[in-house]
């Protein structure tokens, strides 16, 4: 197996603008199913998106250990990047399954968009 590319600052920017075009998409999201689509290789607790950013925190963590000799600064952002993880992995196991939840909805339920919408009575 051979070891794949490292990614170069310009690929790590066009993950985030990625991110940023997946929160637009869901923004005009119109059924549930829609919603359900886009979360479920999101929220996957085995393989999604929020499990592998977790596995980024781990892997942060875990490289910070081969800095602390020369360098006691690092073990604070070791334990900040522990804490990620931790809160991370916690939020996947929560989120786990919020993709076949918006699937329960009838077939026939719609967004009302923003503008649209009735006011709060409070």
């Known amino acids: 197996m051979t070891q794949s590319q490292d ?16 929160s637009q998409q869901i ?3 119109e059924r549930p ?3 359900a689509n886009i979360l479920a290789p999101i929220v996957d607790r085995s393989h999604g998106a929020l499990h592998l950013i977790a596995q980024i ?13 020369q360098d006691s600064y690092v073990n604070e952002l070791q334990d900040l990047s522990c804490d990620a993880y931790s809160e991370l992995t ?3 196991d929560r989120l786990n399954g919020l993709d076949e939840q918006f699937r329960t909805f ?13 006011a709060r009575p409070w």
């Open 7 to 22: 990614l170069s600052p310009g690929g790590v920017e066009a993950l985030t603008v990625e991110l940023l075009r997946l």
């Open 27 to 29: 923004d005009r999201s």
């Open 33 to 35: 199913e829609d919603l």
């Open 57 to 69: 925190f781990d892997v942060i963590a875990t490289t910070c250990a081969d800095f602390a000799l």
């Open 90 to 92: 916690n939020l996947r």
């Open 106 to 118: 009838s077939p026939n339920v719609t967004r009302i968009p923003r503008g649209q919408r009735p």
